[in-house]
């Protein structure tokens, strides 16, 4: 006698096939989004300088536009790898200052060519092309599939401390990650329907001995 296929774990497992489908379309949705948004950062560098900080600091209508900040204070300075103008590897010093309106805002200010490098530089004007700062998320929610939460960052034309200048920022290098991710919900779910078909094959042989 044939059993019927479980219903319980039958919902629960399309109900998260369909959610990780649904899931994979609002990524491809988002993937061309970007590169709507990717074709407009190319202009963005010619355009008038903009004070900053404004607004919401993750508002990416502002990638790759020149902004001018002024750093009352500096609360930190964080180093992260990448590479100077001249195309090297070394040290970006990222300071978080804080503007004579209270507001936080991160700056590049140069490369140091050594990582036990870190600038002492007690604020002032800064002046240059906004980027993302460093993806600072952890293990595990990279594992998660955590969006990451990366506020403007600018990166400064001169450089401060006695740094080298810092690589310009190239609008090419921003890296559309949209449709990775749905491709990757895709696979869950493909994987996931073809896991639950093969238990239930194994279910129903163990059945018929």
Same mark, same amino acid.
């Not at 990524?27 to 190319?42: C, P, S, T, Y």
């Not at 490098?117 to 906004?130: D, K, R």
């Not at 990650?177 to 093969?198: E, K």
């Given at each position: 006698?044939?059993?019927?296929?479980?219903?319980? =774990?039958?919902?629960?497992?399309?109900?998260?096939?369909?959610?990780?489908?649904? &899931? !994979?379309?609002?990524?491809?949705?988002?993937?061309?989004?970007? %590169?709507?948004?990717?074709?407009?950062?190319?202009?963005?560098?010619?355009? =008038?300088?903009? %004070?900053?900080?404004? !607004? +919401?600091?993750?508002?990416?209508?502002?990638?790759?536009?020149?902004?001018? !900040?002024?750093?009352?204070?500096?609360?930190?300075?964080?180093?992260?790898?990448?590479?100077?103008?001249?195309?090297?590897?070394?040290?970006?010093?990222?300071?978080?200052?804080? +503007? =004579? +309106?209270?507001?936080?805002?991160?700056?590049?200010?140069?490369?140091?060519?050594? =990582?036990?490098?870190?600038?002492?530089?007690?604020?002032?004007?800064?002046?240059?092309?906004?980027?993302?700062? $460093? %993806?600072?998320?952890?293990?595990?929610?990279?594992?998660?599939? @955590? $969006?990451?939460?990366?506020? &403007?960052?600018?990166?400064?034309?001169? $450089?401060?401390?006695?740094?080298?200048?810092?690589?310009?920022?190239? $609008? %090419?290098?921003? @890296?559309?990650? +949209?449709?990775?991710?749905?491709?990757?919900?895709?696979?869950?779910?493909?994987?996931?329907?073809?896991?639950?078909?093969?238990?239930?094959?194994?279910? !129903?042989?163990?059945?018929?001995?």
């Amino acid at each position: 006698m044939t059993r019927r296929i479980p219903i319980i =774990p039958t919902i629960i497992v399309a109900a998260a096939i369909v959610t990780m489908i649904a &899931l !994979g379309f609002w990524q491809l949705g988002r993937g061309a989004e970007r %590169d709507q948004l990717k074709q407009a950062m190319v202009e963005r560098p010619d355009m =008038p300088v903009l %004070d900053y900080p404004f !607004g +919401s600091e993750m508002d990416e209508a502002y990638l790759y536009r020149r902004l001018r !900040g002024q750093c009352d204070e500096v609360t930190g300075v964080e180093v992260a790898g990448g590479r100077d103008a001249s195309g090297r590897t070394g040290w970006r010093q990222i300071a978080t200052c804080v +503007s =004579p +309106s209270g507001q936080t805002f991160e700056a590049q200010i140069g490369v140091a060519d050594r =990582p036990d490098v870190v600038a002492h530089w007690a604020g002032g004007s800064v002046q240059g092309v906004a980027v993302l700062a $460093p %993806d600072r998320r952890g293990f595990w929610e990279r594992l998660a599939f @955590e $969006p990451p939460q990366r506020p &403007l960052m600018i990166v400064a034309d001169e $450089p401060k401390a006695g740094l080298l200048p810092s690589s310009r920022p190239d $609008p %090419d290098e921003y @890296e559309n990650t +949209s449709w990775g991710y749905a491709g990757q919900w895709f696979l869950f779910a493909l994987t996931a329907l073809v896991i639950y078909v093969l238990a239930l094959r194994r279910r !129903g042989t163990r059945a018929q001995r």
